[in-house]
């Protein structure tokens, strides 16, 4: 495995936010937007470049100039995460050895999960969290097989990927996922801002 080029991130987060009520993306906790929160995930974990995928209607913040941090606008988020994910790799590819996937709505997704999967490289194109048996974001995959990413539709992100080609995934225990906020309720559950 060569280190001559970085890790990146794909951030998936253009969704349209039906069960929250309103755009999840501008939610803030502990100080920052959630998908504030996912970037500096992605920065504290040492990814670059990374592809944040947006609606189109948001606007990159300012404090964010680093040309590290791609702004992919999403003009189709009602087809689904894989829409997304397919943009985010795109912009990514060529640069990249692999990509984190990461999710927008995630304020509480440890940098150690993170640096599980990139430990685990090598043996496997794609590297998956595992808590309780069930695999889910983050998730590692080589740019050697970011085209399987073309095949993929509808609101499954690599989700799919990982059922079909269980061999080509090694999976990383973790000791939990990290909740997604879906709804003002799942933000109560987590504090709230």
């Known amino acids: 495995m060569s280190d001559d080029r970085s890790v990146g991130a794909v951030i998936l ?7 929250y009520g309103s755009p999840k993306q501008l ?6 937007t959630l998908l504030e929160h996912a970037i500096e995930t992605a920065a504290v974990a040492g990814l670059a470049p990374v592809a944040a995928v947006v609606p189109v209607w948001l606007s990159r913040p300012a404090r964010y100039d680093d040309p590290r941090l791609r702004w992919i606008r999403n003009a189709f988020p009602e087809r689904g995460l894989s829409i997304s994910l397919r943009l985010g790799l795109d912009a990514l590819a060529g640069e990249v050895e692999a990509a984190v996937i990461l ?22 194109p794609v590297v998956a969290s ?13 740019a050697s097989h970011f085209h399987l990413a073309a095949g993929l539709s509808g609101d499954v992100g690599l989700r799919q990927l990982l059922l079909d080609h269980p061999e080509l995934v090694r999976t990383v225990e973790v000791g939990g996922h990290p909740r997604d906020i879906d709804t003002p309720e799942d933000l109560d559950r987590l504090g709230g801002p």
């Open 27 to 32: 939610v803030v906790v502990d100080g920052m």
């Open 103 to 124: 999710l927008g709505d995630q304020p509480r997704l440890a940098r150690e999960s993170i640096g599980g999967l990139l430990a685990a490289r090598g043996d496997r």
């Open 130 to 142: 595992r808590a309780n048996g069930v695999l889910a974001p983050p998730v590692l995959i080589e």
């Open 13 to 19: 987060a253009a969704g349209s936010s039906r069960r």
